[in-house]
């Protein structure tokens, strides 16, 4: 097999495994975390040319379940706040944190059911906030913000 379908191949099976090409997920975290790959592969415990060719679709998969712990840890990251608006404090604060991390990597902890960016932050919503507090919330939000109102709505209703 050429190269050329080896790495097409490779694609197809991150996309199956994964959602979507590895290489996507990766220059996401990139421009996110203003970081280059070199030092994205240093924070996720992967070599930067491991982390190179499975971008590339020259490898299919992350062979270490911790580093791809660690790409979630970090994609979840982008939902706090002070991160998503590129505050430079916080950016570097994720990053440390992940790269400290010792996740440990079992079945129980490794969400095996797709997981919509929604029910992560109605998720979190839930966690910081009673249910009369989202109430009130996305009523005072409702005339000038909408849908973060119905956000916030729904993150009430399914507490």
């Given at each position: 097999?050429?190269?050329?379908?080896?790495?097409?191949?490779?694609i197809a099976l991150q996309r199956e495994w994964y959602g979507e090409?590895?290489?996507?997920?990766?220059?996401?975290?990139?421009?996110?975390?203003?970081?280059?790959?070199?030092?994205?592969?240093?924070?996720?415990?992967?070599?930067?040319?491991?982390?190179?060719?499975?971008?590339?679709?020259?490898?299919?998969?992350?062979g270490n379940p911790v580093v791809l712990a660690r790409m979630i840890?970090?994609?979840?990251?982008?939902?706090?706040?002070?991160?998503?608006?590129?505050?430079?404090?916080a950016l570097v604060a994720a990053l440390e944190d992940v790269k400290?991390?010792?996740?440990?990597?079992?079945?129980?902890?490794?969400?095996?059911?797709?997981?919509?960016?929604?029910?992560?932050?109605?998720?979190?919503?839930?966690?910081?906030?009673?249910?009369?507090?989202?109430?009130?919330?996305?009523?005072?939000?409702?005339?000038?913000?909408?849908?973060?109102?119905?956000?916030?709505?729904?993150?009430?209703?399914?507490?």
């Amino acid at each position: 097999m050429d190269d050329h379908k080896i790495v097409q191949r490779n694609i197809a099976l991150q996309r199956e495994w994964y959602g979507e090409p590895l290489g996507d997920r990766v220059r996401r975290l990139v421009v996110a975390f203003d970081v280059s790959q070199a030092y994205l592969a240093e924070v996720l415990g992967i070599s930067a040319p491991m982390l190179s060719q499975v971008m590339s679709g020259r490898r299919a998969k992350i062979g270490n379940p911790v580093v791809l712990a660690r790409m979630i840890m970090l994609e979840r990251k982008c939902l706090i706040p002070e991160v998503a608006a590129g505050h430079k404090a916080a950016l570097v604060a994720a990053l440390e944190d992940v790269k400290d991390s010792r996740p440990m990597v079992g079945r129980d902890n490794i969400p095996v059911a797709a997981v919509t960016d929604d029910q992560l932050v109605l998720a979190a919503l839930r966690e910081i906030a009673e249910d009369e507090d989202l109430g009130e919330a996305a009523k005072r939000l409702d005339d000038e913000f909408p849908a973060i109102a119905d956000l916030l709505r729904r993150a009430g209703l399914q507490g």
